[in-house]
């Protein structure tokens, strides 16, 4: 597998487009008190996929990329970054396109970008997988869950024919 | 593993390495017939399956992702579009390496009910030519030959079985455990689910680890039972049975007299190759065997081969479904283990007093894998991205939990499998057109259903429940019907040992032979028909019907 979800190491985007997308990914899956997107580096998952299994999605980044700017200067007249804008601003923003294809990609990708497997780019330190509890082992033994104690299995037919 | 040249005529041709084409492959290279199967996709090796979520949601290297392979339409008055919703397996092993294992037997009722219904009006409702008592040994033999985890006589609504599982059922997840809860508190009976899967260590294959990547997923250490780890690791040992991965049928060949010559297939590198043959078996499932038999047309067969009397391809069965789901106080974790721990057949059989015909089988289970559930798992209504989608994506993920239908879905002549005539798929092959439309009482049954799981989810004590809107069917998982099996030539494809009717060195093994839908999971029952079809096989040449090669 190719190097990449390297920080600031970037194959599609330029380095002003990566913090434009990563604004929005920070939007969809928010830093509060868990981690989001921004320390998943789902901006570097999307990155790779647009240059390997997700190449047919380039043009939908590339024209996105620019009506999302239109977006911003029509919205917030004289602002031509939406990385620039305050959060709530931001909101309004992607309020305004959240039914665009560019959107509707990003948020699939960012999402998968958070709790994909590692080796993607994204999920870094597997803090999507922390915070849903995905233990990410591929190993286990029961009990699997909590309910799993509560189990009438003892009171089945023994299975005689 | 034998090796033979395509210009030496082998006894038969296996088209397809799925379970069926495995199973017709083991019993007579075993019996000493010369076999060669020829499988469309690639040979995959259990370590070469990772837990890659990405292969699963976008590409996946077992089944077919030609974006050219399908086309659907509803009836035959829309313009078919492309769909992905009908791939089939394409690697050695086909569907059976990444399907989910549950693998139910028939019920004795679902091969004679339309005797026990009566006629439905406007369908191809009817009963199978084979019963449950005929098949009962070939069951056996499948749970124990293949590898099966279950309970016998666990659910006091199947049907009569000679021999326990050989291995105990896997061990109940939580989301067992909830539907024991709400079945015990709705009066039903909670049973364990019977799974192709290794519970213990059995014949040489590791146990199952519980990683969870079961369901559209190679298993990695051959504790699913698939045809790959069951069935593959026979023929390589077999002095009489060839197999050729990369070979993708596209015509079975026939002489002026009628009879079958071999097939001709796409090699590795798209070359064409004629692979001679007394006899072809074809094992391609409910989409694969219909369009095979139809794009084999010749001047002889004008509409595609043992399609004389039409039937080729029609009462096309992809299951109905319906379900429900909760989300409950702790941590069920159903992203472990198999799929499915529990399910109910309380409402297994159709029931007059409903109103309509229908049945089905519920199941419990979790939308296991984080990318999935993220994208599609969590209760209408949430916000889809912003803080509160985190929260409730953090809360939501291991406290999921599905009660899955599996129901009835009538037979019905104007659902079929035809040739496209405008898509052609990578290899220029004319693509797979759909044509399905439920039938009214199956969207009813679908309602009735729908109630049914949200109910149990609900008595399961889900702190939110929601059910699914009932949908038509616009993709299979199960394909089944296409070539169906009966006793009179006119209104069937195969006879009840799968033999074409119109050409009698060919025979179609797999779900297409299915005549209903029973209540879907069909992977035990076309087993269990493909070992019954090669010892007929077998049995009929030592009377000198299909002359064994000499030692």
């Known amino acids: 597998m190719a190097a990449s979800g390297q920080p600031g190491k970037y194959t599609f985007f330029s380095a002003d487009q990566a913090v434009e997308i990563e604004s929005v990914t920070a939007q969809i899956l928010p830093t509060d008190e868990t981690p989001g997107a921004r320390e998943a580096g789902s901006v570097y998952f999307i990155d790779r996929a647009l240059t390997t299994f997700d190449k047919d999605r380039q043009s939908v980044y590339k024209q996105g990329l620019l009506s999302l700017q239109a977006k911003v200067s029509q919205l917030f007249p004289g602002a031509s970054k939406f990385s620039a804008l305050t959060s709530a601003q931001q909101i309004q923003v992607l309020k305004a396109i959240e039914n665009t294809p560019f959107f509707t990609a990003v948020r699939a990708h960012t999402i998968t970008g958070f709790l994909v497997n590692p080796e993607y780019g994204g999920n870094q330190n597997k803090v999507g997988w922390n915070l849903i509890g995905f233990e990410g082992k591929f190993n286990y033994q029961p009990p699997f869950g909590y309910y799993d104690r509560e189990s009438k299995s003892a009171a089945l037919p023994t299975g005689k024919v | 593993m034998a090796k033979y040249s395509p210009n ?25 017939f010369h076999v060669v199967v020829l499988e469309q996709g690639d040979y995959l090796r259990e370590k070469d399956f990772r837990y890659d979520q990405i292969q699963r949601t976008s590409h996946s290297s077992l089944v077919a992702e030609d974006p050219n392979l399908a086309t659907f339409r509803q009836t035959d008055k829309d313009k078919a579009v492309l769909s992905a919703a009908f791939r089939t397996g394409r690697c050695v092993g086909g569907g059976t390496v990444h399907y989910s294992g549950s693998s139910w037997r028939h019920h004795e009722s679902d091969f004679h009910e ?53 291995l105990p059922p896997m061990p109940n997840k939580s989301s067992g455990v909830l539907m024991e809860r709400a079945a015990q508190k709705l009066g039903y009976h909670a049973v364990p689910v019977p799974v192709a899967m290794l519970s213990q260590a059995y014949r040489g294959r590791s146990a199952c680890n519980h990683c969870g990547f079961c369901s559209g997923f190679g298993c990695h250490n051959g504790a699913k039972s698939s045809s790959l780890s069951a069935i593959i690791p026979g023929l390589e040992k077999s002095s009489h049975c060839e ?71 029609k009462y096309f069965i992809p299951g109905c479904g319906a379900s429900a789901h909760g989300v409950f106080e ?58 509160e ?124 032979s299915f005549v209903t839908s029973a209540r879907n999971h069909p992977t035990c029952t076309i087993s269990a028909l493909a070992f019954r079809a090669a010892d007929n096989i077998i049995k009929a040449s030592k009377n000198g019907s299909i002359k064994a090669p000499a030692a």
């Open chain 2, 389 to 512: 989608y985190k929260k409730a994506l953090q809360n939501d993920f291991n406290r999921t939990m599905t009660v899955q239908g599996f129901l009835t879905c009538l037979p019905l002549e104007s659902n079929n499998i035809t040739l496209d005539p405008d898509v052609k798929d990578a290899w220029g092959l004319p693509a797979i057109r759909v044509t399905y439309k439920d039938h009214p009482d199956d969207m009813k049954n679908k309602a009735f259903f729908r109630e049914r799981a949200l109910e149990l989810v609900q008595a399961a004590g889900a702190i939110k429940s929601w059910a699914d809107p009932v949908r038509e069917e616009r993709a299979a998982g199960h394909t089944m019907g296409g070539c169906r099996m009966g006793n009179d030539p006119k209104t069937s494809v195969v006879d009840k040992f799968h033999r074409a009717h119109d050409v009698p060195n060919l025979y179609v093994v797999d779900g297409s």
């Open chain 2, 243 to 313: 197999l050729r991965p990369n070979a993708y049928v596209r015509e079975i060949s026939t002489d002026s007299s009628g009879k079958v010559t071999g097939a001709v297939y796409f090699d590795v590198n798209k070359k064409e190759v004629f692979q001679k043959a007394k006899a072809v078996i074809v094992c391609c499932n409910g989409v694969g065997s219909p369009r095979l038999l139809l794009m084999s047309k010749s001047s002889r067969f004008p509409d595609g081969l043992a399609n004389s009397n039409g039937v080729v391809g």
């Open chain 2, 114 to 166: 339309r005797s026990i219904w009566g006629p439905i009006a406007g369908t191809g409702f009817d009963d199978w030519p084979v019963t449950y008592a005929e098949l009962e040994p070939y069951y056996t033999k499948v749970e124990w030959e293949i590898g099966y985890s279950g309970l016998g006589g666990a659910s006091p609504f199947e049907s009569p079985r000679s021999k326990p599982y050989p």
């Open chain 2, 330 to 387: 702790h941590e069920l974790n159903e992203y472990k283990s198999v799929t499915t721990t529990r399910a109910i057949e309380d409402f297994y059989s159709a029931d007059p007093k409903r109103g309509f015909f229908g049945g089905g089988r519920l199941d419990a289970r979790g939308n296991t894998l984080p990318t999935a559930f993220a994208l599609g798992g969590l209760p209408p209504g949430t916000p889809t991205w912003g803080s």
């Open chain 2, 8 to 32: 030496t005529q082998v006894d038969f041709v296996v088209v397809g390495s799925g379970v069926s084409g495995g199973i017709m492959a083991k019993e007579l290279s075993g019996a000493g």
